[in-house]
């Protein structure tokens, strides 16, 4: 059973580029969640989709926005790149049907560097 | 306002017992979540815990919850070299809409041998 996948696991952008990231969520999981993870700190929640659309968002400018595809995966998108954020992006994903605990498996994480 | 709190670092020597602490402070937490993170990867869900609990224990891990001091530990029995990892605390609350995860900044955890 594959676990989240994201692609790429590296990449360097400069200034003011756009960059996409890519996650396919757990087989059976419907929601996906993106987080920001600078270095030494904890993760930081962007924005969570589910049946296509945003239902929960973060504490993040309109610079990062994402996607959701009929089969679950989903992109993160990030325009006009800062130095601030070159950061570890990390995709989970959960099952709805879950009902409360909706626990979040995360994928290995693209490591976005920004020069 | 939400917010999680980890202390930085934790030593232990191999086969030794590891406590790892978290205070929160939003009350309407649902569930509470331990997650591993080794060098470059990664989080790896640990164990959970309900909020209406105040004890869970799986295998070699003992997860306390302190909900009047709010209050959450990890403790890992029979520490191995292999634990050595940076180790973080997460809180959600359940919503129609979603359950975003708020993390504490983690505790990096040394085991020596």
């Known amino acids: 059973d594959a676990g989240v996948t994201q692609s790429p696991t590296h990449l360097i952008k400069t200034r003011g580029q756009q960059v996409t990231l890519r996650c396919s969520p757990k087989?059976?999981?419907?929601?996906v969640s993106w987080y920001q993870q600078a270095l030494g700190q904890g993760p930081q929640f962007i924005f969570q989709?589910?049946?296509?659309?945003?239902?929960q968002r973060g504490n993040f400018p309109d610079r990062f926005s994402g996607h959701q595809f009929p089969n679950y995966s989903s992109e993160l998108n990030v325009n006009a790149l800062l130095l601030g954020d070159s950061a570890l992006y990390l995709c989970?994903?959960?099952?709805?049907?879950?009902?409360?605990?909706?626990?979040?498996?995360f994928g290995p994480g693209t490591r976005l560097t920004v020069l | 306002g939400e917010d999680v709190e980890q202390s930085l670092f934790l030593s232990v020597r191999e086969g030794d017992s590891s406590v790892i602490n978290c205070t929160y402070t939003d009350s309407s937490s649902t569930y509470l979540y331990w997650y591993k993170q080794e060098p470059g990867a990664g989080l790896q869900l640990l164990t959970y815990i309900f909020s209406n609990m105040d004890m869970k224990q799986d295998q070699r891990l003992t997860v306390l919850l302190n909900k009047k001091d709010k209050h959450l530990s990890l403790r890992i029995a029979d520490t191995q070299t292999g634990d050595s990892a940076i180790y973080f605390c997460a809180e959600s609350r359940t919503k129609a809409a979603g359950n975003k995860l708020t993390f504490g900044g983690g505790t990096r955890v040394l085991v020596k041998p």
């Open positions: 087989s059976g999981h419907d929601t």
């Open positions: 989709y589910y049946e296509e659309e945003e239902r």
């Open positions: 989970a994903s959960s099952s709805y049907a879950s009902g409360g605990l909706r626990a979040q498996y």
